[in-house]
């Protein structure tokens, strides 16, 4: 990880070199990505790189083989509507709404296999790139309430 952690500078120059070939919403996205890969680093290496390491446990692997069915089934919604297309003007509110609830889809899945904390690799820097397209004027987080008797009530 400390090793992984230097290198996280030298992408800086391919940021400069992309921008003159970049619009100027892109280049905020691609500068977005860029700023989150720290925050993916350190949940990557937490506790000494455990969530990498559970990811190599056979129970793992075996239980991941066992939802990949229904992972296939989050990826292909999620690439059958963005269809690789990325345009700013293109993030409709039903694209957005997937692209948001792309994650959501895989965690229920990983649930099963306590390997839902994998789901930060994807959740970091999409929480970074989202406000800053035209997502911003379609997501809204759920506002959750505990009421006195525990329950939760979404609003």
Not at 47 to 58: A, C, H, M, P, S
Not at 103 to 127: E, T, V
Request: proline fraction near 5%; hydrophobic fraction near 35%.
């Amino acid at each position: 990880c400390p090793k992984v952690r230097s290198l996280i500078s030298c992408p800086d120059g391919i940021v400069v070199a992309v921008r003159p070939c970049l619009k100027e919403s892109a280049r905020n996205i691609v500068q977005a990505f860029y700023d989150s890969i720290p925050e993916v680093l350190n949940l990557a290496c937490k506790n000494d790189g455990e969530i990498i390491f559970k990811l190599t446990d056979q129970k793992w692997q075996d239980c991941f083989m066992r939802k990949a069915d229904q992972m296939w089934a989050c990826y292909n919604t999620l690439q059958s509507i963005l269809n690789g297309d990325w345009e700013n003007s293109q993030l409709t509110p039903e694209r957005c709404s997937i692209l948001k609830n792309f994650g959501q889809c895989l965690k229920d899945q990983l649930d099963a296999c306590d390997l839902s904390d994998i789901i930060g690799f994807y959740d970091i820097p999409m929480n970074a790139v989202l406000p800053l397209t035209s997502c911003a004027n379609y997501t809204q987080e759920p506002t959750v309430h505990l009421l006195d008797n525990n329950t939760i009530v979404e609003t």
